[in-house]
């Protein structure tokens, strides 16, 4: 089971990026998306989750508007679309799936069952 995430990169306040994260041993239409990042010196914290059907999608405050989480079961990706990107957003932004065909969506990291290695977004002002 692998979880690969990339699309990071360097990009200036205002801009955009697209992350992607390619699942491959296992069905991610099974699993919940959870969007993390870690900054230096900074816990992980959770930005974006969906739902294993796209039937719901929940944000952190601090991302509210600007991000957008996304999945193509068929292409066993999902994808968070990053917009108005801001110098607190640079950190390691990494992707995980969590076994639940519901609609609840587990924030904690530590109930998350699979992770990807993690793709370094760097916004500079």
């Known amino acids: 089971v692998q979880l690969q995430a990339s699309g990071g990169g360097s990009v200036q306040a205002g801009g955009s990026l697209r992350l992607s994260c390619v699942a491959s041993?296992?069905?991610?239409?099974?699993?919940?998306i959870g969007w993390f990042r870690q900054a230096p010196g900074k816990e992980r914290e959770g930005v974006a989750f969906?739902?294993?059907?796209?039937?719901?999608?929940e944000y952190a405050e601090s991302v509210e508007g600007r991000f957008t989480v996304s999945r193509d079961n068929g292409k066993n990706t999902a994808y968070l679309q990053m917009n108005s990107l801001k110098p607190e957003d640079s950190a390691v932004y990494y992707c995980?799936?969590?076994?639940?065909?519901?609609?609840?969506?587990?924030?904690?990291?530590?109930?998350?069952?699979?992770w990807g290695q993690g793709t370094l977004v760097t916004v500079s002002s």
């Open positions: 995980a799936a969590d076994q639940n065909l519901g609609n609840y969506l587990e924030k904690r990291p530590t109930e998350y069952d699979y």
């Open positions: 969906i739902t294993s059907k796209c039937h719901k999608a």
């Open positions: 041993g296992l069905l991610l239409g099974h699993y919940a």
